[in-house]
């Protein structure tokens, strides 16, 4: 099948960018679209031009670390499919494909179509975790925990961190990814002692970064290759607003003989 | 040489406990002094990380990834074990302990492995307690499924994303020593060398890979964790930034390499498509639970499968290994799928694959049950083939998957050289010749939470260290060359992509030492191998400059260690004169054409060091001796 690429080529974060055409003739549509670049790249590379920067890495849709958003869809026109797992069979011979990296202040471009997602591990920084040391731990099935709660919590527990919420919202909100942490490690009972500090904290650090304010326009969900749905964001709505009655400020630990 | 494996005294179930006793403790106070580099972030990586942070140790880690949660860790699918015995039917740390050993065919070092599995409970634990949301019963206790060719259920999963959600968790409890201030991560930043100072570990040079800048990083003691070289037969389940470089600039500086020709082949791979592929996609073992595996009992035979009857179908696992059938170990599993389609019997396009059918135990179990155990395998594999499972049988075959060689490391997981720790897939020690299923990832963490954190301070403790800075003559030596050779890629200006010769590479790897070896095709990759780094050093056209994002340098990097360490593999291919695990030499099979080892003359740890470009590297030899299991042959008949 023939593709025609239009892909944006920019040398660095400070450099202006712009849209290059490119032709693949003979694309296969058992390729995965990254195997299509890859075959662009080889032959750009064969003739001299620098080949075309994009992040990869497991190719198998759960390192998250791929993601171009394709004729204005971020990850592609296919649901529930990260860019690596997008095959051309998903294209028809002829389509013209307009291929952009993730646009947001809060991630900045590297070069074409690679950017800057590390805001998101400074949220995870600010609280993403349950505050336990190694070796501490009671047994495993001491805390039993239903089923049910353990299954929603690994919904949550399913996000990638590809970051292509952001890149959908018209707004540049992080909201989903910052709520689908806070679900996971707030619905389990693990979660609880920290529950609406976490969520103060990330929520803090999630606005410090740059993103913008959720407006329900619900893009995010859509755009989402791990179906994580919008629901988590009003949970973490009412532990952010928890947390606001919770703060207190600490004591000092030392003291005794 | 002579390798000092440190394996303390006593029987092995009290070593571990022994020897944690006598090991030396750093003071509290003096923890803070100290700083370890930790390169990778995977399993092992990222829970030593986040453990050494704890214990107050200053850190520095390192991904070549932007983010250190995108550890290629993140793929395994299938879970991990542990002896909990939660399932009542027979399990035991003795129990995991055994089926470890046999597993991997009696080529691991036995304390190690007790070590493991007495471990493996407290990692589940650890993990629980840090939010990975294991899968679980109706009544709320954590469920378990049997896995990979053993008898009892100690596998403990996160769906079909156990590796993402233990990594998750060891990722969010480094995130927090980052935040405490005491683990500092650099992502996108790749070690390119090792410094050594009085002949002990002291520092890496990395490049920055946005900007090109190389640095170099002192500390007090060297944590390699950077995974393992499958890529070097270009095509893999590994992810696609999978390499050999930390580990192999390691030996080049005299770091020794053990048992680099144990390489696993997973059986259940979705078969090549074309020209292009660039990597394979693991369907999860799991599937041989139900699904039964078959060829043609007629070569080529074109007929799709629907209109094969079941009379001239050759379940061949079944046949020829009755009481295991589809359950047999994966390098059972992966020369039988070879053998059929080498006798012509393959299917699909290339006639490279065999049919995993689901057809029985639709039947049996109908479809809606087929479909909540593995409704997501069945959609990624027709989102990669567009066939539908449900209605005609998958098309598998084994791929490059698991590298149970590595840097060799005593009983501290520390390398021959002071200072230098290796830990997880990046070390050779505990999966002997085979791994076993769901056991990878019970290692990382073991090495990372529970072993190295201990270890690291007896080291820490009895060493007189002084201090090392960035400018070091030593440092300042080993950053030249390191700049040197980024030059001189960038200089070639040849015709070739990296790319190209990574598959060329790979080819060899892949014809003539992947599921099975012999000296003749071992011999021819030995000669082949060098010509075609011959030609990469004359021939590479790498695009860009250094001081910028470029990717096509780093491939290079990666690429010409491969050259260099794939000969290594196949040279420590060629001495094994004996079949083990993952290592089926032609020469060393029984009449009915199973595996058969050599205790009398193999029954050692091969560790090879570099003695300098163009010479041979040396054979040096750990012996393996067994105190609690006696060596069999394994039989899965
Ligand atoms: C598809 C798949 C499924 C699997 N499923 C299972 C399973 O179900 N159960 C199981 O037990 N095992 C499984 N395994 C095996 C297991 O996942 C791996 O062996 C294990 O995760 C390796 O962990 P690690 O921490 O040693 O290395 P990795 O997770 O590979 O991490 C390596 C780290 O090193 C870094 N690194 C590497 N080189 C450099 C360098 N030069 N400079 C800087 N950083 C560097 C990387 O950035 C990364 O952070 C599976 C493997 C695959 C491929
Ligand atoms: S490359 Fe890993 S999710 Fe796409």
Request: aromatic share 8%; charged share 25%.
């Amino acid at each position: 099948m023939r593709i025609t690429l239009h892909i944006w080529r920019q040398k660095g974060p400070h450099d202006a960018g712009r849209l290059v055409t490119y032709e693949v003739p003979d694309a296969s549509p058992e390729m995965s679209f990254l195997e299509m670049l890859d075959v662009l790249n080889e032959r750009l590379t064969a003739k001299g031009e620098e080949p075309v920067a994009f992040d990869h890495d497991c190719r198998e849709g759960i390192c998250g670390t791929c993601g171009v958003v394709i004729n204005g869809i971020p990850h592609g026109p296919r649901a529930a499919t990260t860019t690596c797992q997008l095959h051309m069979r998903s294209f028809r011979d002829g389509d013209h494909l307009t291929c952009e990296p993730w646009r947001a202040r809060a991630f900045p471009v590297i070069r074409d179509l690679a950017v800057d997602r590390s805001a998101f591990d400074r949220i995870v920084e600010a609280g993403g975790f349950i505050g336990v040391n190694t070796g501490s731990a009671p047994d495993g099935n001491s805390i039993p925990i239903p089923k049910k709660t353990a299954d929603l919590s690994m919904d949550a527990a399913a996000c990638i961190g590809c970051g292509a919420c952001v890149a959908a919202c018209p707004n540049a909100s992080a909201m989903l990814f910052v709520a689908a942490k806070i679900s996971h490690l707030g619905l389990l009972p693990q979660g609880q002692p920290e529950r609406f500090d976490r969520a103060a904290k990330m929520v803090a650090r999630m606005d410090g970064e740059g993103f913008g304010n959720c407006t329900n326009t619900r893009e995010c969900e859509a755009a989402c290759p791990k179906e994580i749905g919008v629901e988590f964001i009003a949970r973490m709505n009412r532990d952010f607003l928890r947390a606001g009655v919770a703060d207190r400020p600490e004591k000092a630990t030392a003291g005794g003989a | 040489m002579e390798l000092k494996s440190n394996v303390p005294e006593g029987p092995v179930e009290k070593k571990w406990e022994k020897h944690r006793f006598d090991l030396k403790l750093v003071n509290p106070a003096n923890k803070r002094k100290y700083t370890i580099l930790v390169v990778g972030t995977g399993l092992a990586g990222a829970s030593a990380a986040a453990s050494f942070g704890e214990l107050g140790y200053n850190v520095k880690a390192f991904c070549f990834q932007d983010s250190p949660r995108r550890a290629h860790s993140i793929a395994a699918q299938g879970g991990i074990n542990a002896a909990k015995n939660y399932c009542n039917d027979g399990d035991s740390v003795h129990r995991l302990f055994y089926d470890t050993v046999k597993g991997g065919d009696y080529r691991a070092r036995e304390a190690n492995v007790h070590r493991l599995a007495e471990i493996s409970v407290s990692i589940i634990d650890q993990c629980v307690a840090q939010g990975v949301p294991f899968a679980r019963e109706y009544g709320g206790l954590l469920a378990n499924r049997s896995f990979g060719g053993t008898q009892v259920s100690r596998t403990f999963y996160a769906r079909g994303q156990t590796g993402q959600q233990l990594l998750l968790g060891a990722y969010q409890a480094m995130e927090r020593q980052i935040g405490t201030g005491m683990v500092k991560v650099f992502p996108r930043t790749e070690m390119l060398d090792l410094v050594l100072v009085n002949g002990a570990a002291r520092g890496i040079v990395t490049r920055n890979l946005v900007t090109g800048k190389i640095e170099t990083h002192t500390g007090d003691a060297v944590v390699l964790a950077t995974g393992g070289y499958a890529n070097v037969f270009y095509l893999s389940t590994n992810a696609k930034g999978c390499n050999v470089m930390a580990i192999w600039r390691a030996y080049r500086r005299g770091a020794l390499m053990a048992n680099p020709c144990y390489t696993q082949i997973h059986p259940t791979c979705i078969p090549v498509s074309g020209e292009y592929q660039s990597k394979l996609t693991l369907m999860s073992e799991s599937l041989r639970n139900d699904g039964r595996i078959w060829v043609p009992m007629k070569k080529d035979d074109a007929r799709p499968a629907s209109q094969i009857p079941e009379s001239e179908r050759d379940y061949y696992l079944e046949r020829r290994y009755p009481s295991f059938g589809n359950l047999v170990p994966r390098d059972v599993a992966s020369r039988a799928a070879k053998a059929a389609c080498d006798e012509g019997r393959g299917v699909g396009p290339g006639k490279l694959g065999v049919y995993l059918d689901f057809a029985d135990a639709i039947r049996r179990l109908g479809e809606k049950t087929i479909a909540d155990k593995y409704g997501n395998l069945f959609e990624m594999y027709e989102r990669i083939t567009d066939e539908n499972p449900y209605k005609v049988p998958m098309r598998i075959f084994p791929a490059s998957h698991y590298a149970m060689g590595g840097l060799w490391v005593d009983y501290n997981l520390m390398s021959n050289i002071p200072g230098l720790y290796v830990l997880g897939e990046a070390n050779f020690s505990d999966h002997g010749a085979n791994r076993l299923g769901a056991s990878a990832l019970m290692q990382g963490l073991a090495d990372g939470y529970f072993i190295v954190p201990y270890t690291i301070g007896d080291y820490l403790a009895k060493s007189k260290l002084e201090k090392v800075g960035a400018d070091h003559p030593e440092a300042k030596k080993v950053e030249a060359e390191a700049n040197e050779r980024l030059k001189k890629l960038l200089a070639i200006k040849g015709k070739r992509t990296p790319d190209s010769f990574h598959k060329d590479l790979g080819k060899l790897m892949w014809d003539n030492c992947g599921m099975a070896r012999n000296a003749k095709g071992l011999e021819t990759n030995l000669q082949r191998i060098p010509e075609l780094r011959e030609e990469f050093w004359k021939n590479v056209t790498v695009l860009g400059a250094g001081e910028e994002f470029n990717q096509s340098l780093e491939k290079a990097g990666r690429v010409a260690d491969f050259l260099e360490f794939g000969e290594l593999l196949c040279l420590d291919a060629h001495h094994r004169r004996e079949s083990c695990g993952g290592h089926f030499r032609e020469e060393s099979q029984t009449p009915e054409g199973e595996a058969l080892r050599d205790d009398q003359n193999f029954c050692y740890v091969a560790a090879w060091g570099f003695k300098g470009d163009g010479q041979k590297p040396e054979l040096n030899r750990e012996p393996l001796t067994f105190e609690s299991v006696h060596l069999t042959q394994r039989s899965y008949k």
